[in-house]
T-cell receptor, first 114, second 109 residues
Framework: DTAVSQTPKYLVTQMGNDKSIKCEQN?????MYWYKQDSKKFLKIMFS???????INETVPNRFSPKSPDKAHLNLHINSLELGDSAVYFC?????????????FGSGTQLSVL | GQNIDQPTEMTATEGAIVQINCTYQ??????LFWYQQHAGEAPTFLSY??LDGLEEKGRFSSFLSRSKGYSYLLLKELQMKDSASYLC??????????WGAGTKLIIKP
């Protein structure tokens, strides 16, 4: 079983559309994250949830809305997609938020906005 | 501000040793991570250091000097499969990860 799974792997869509990316982890972790990796390979934290509660909400456009129905799932909905949203989006989870807690990443979603 | 610096790209020969350096400036410090990311794949955890010194794990070792804000990842007996990007990340006082842009390591036969 895949530890952190996200779907879809590829998403090609037109500007102005609304799309969602789903993420699930079966590790029993308490904390989940959404990261954006741009063409320069920088990983930028977007959101983090701990036990379904939002704990990190970086400066991202409010077109991006995370939803955590339970602690095993963290979905990302994006409204009115723009060209600049094209990137790879990674979901990740960790046991907690402490110093040594390592991240387990999903395989990524390559979003291309045309 | 908070910042992580690491070289953009390095080249090494199969069977050799390579050292990838990382310097960090963070508000507080709660440990330093190294992750490996193959092209088109997700990052995977390699190592964590919070105390000064060297941590060895097979062919990979990671070193930390907190006083210098410096870490390195040492890869020995390089194999072609080690061609990847290596990401350095430090946790600040709020336990948030600050990421470097990664070092692309190219291994030549």
């Amino acid at each position: 079983d895949t530890a952190v799974s996200q779907t879809p792997k590829y998403l090609v869509t037109q500007m102005g559309n609304d799309k969602s990316i789903k993420c699930e982890q079966n590790l029993g972790h308490d904390t989940m994250y959404w990261y954006k990796q741009d063409s320069k390979k920088f990983l930028k934290i977007m959101f983090s949830y701990n036990n379904k509660e939002l704990i990190i909400n970086e400066t991202v456009p409010n077109r991006f809305s995370p939803k955590s129905p339970d602690k095993a799932h963290l979905n990302l909905h994006i409204n009115s997609l723009e060209l600049g949203d094209s990137a790879v989006y990674f979901c990740a989870s960790s046991r907690g938020t402490g110093g040594s807690e390592k991240l387990f990443f999903g395989s990524g979603t390559q979003l291309s906005v045309l | 501000g908070q910042n992580i610096d690491q070289p953009t790209e390095m080249t090494a020969t199969e069977g050799a040793i390579v050292q990838i350096n990382c310097t960090y400036q963070t508000s507080g410090f709660n440990g330093l991570f190294w992750y490996q990311q193959h092209a088109g794949e997700a990052p995977t955890f390699l190592s964590y250091n919070v105390l000064d010194g060297l941590e060895e794990k097979g062919r990979f070792s990671s070193f930390l000097s907190r006083s210098k804000g410096y870490s390195y990842l040492l890869l020995k007996e390089l194999q072609m499969k080690d061609s990847a990007s290596y990401l350095c990340a430090a946790k600040d006082s709020n336990y948030q990860l600050i990421w470097g842009a990664g070092t692309k390591l190219i291994i030549k036969p």
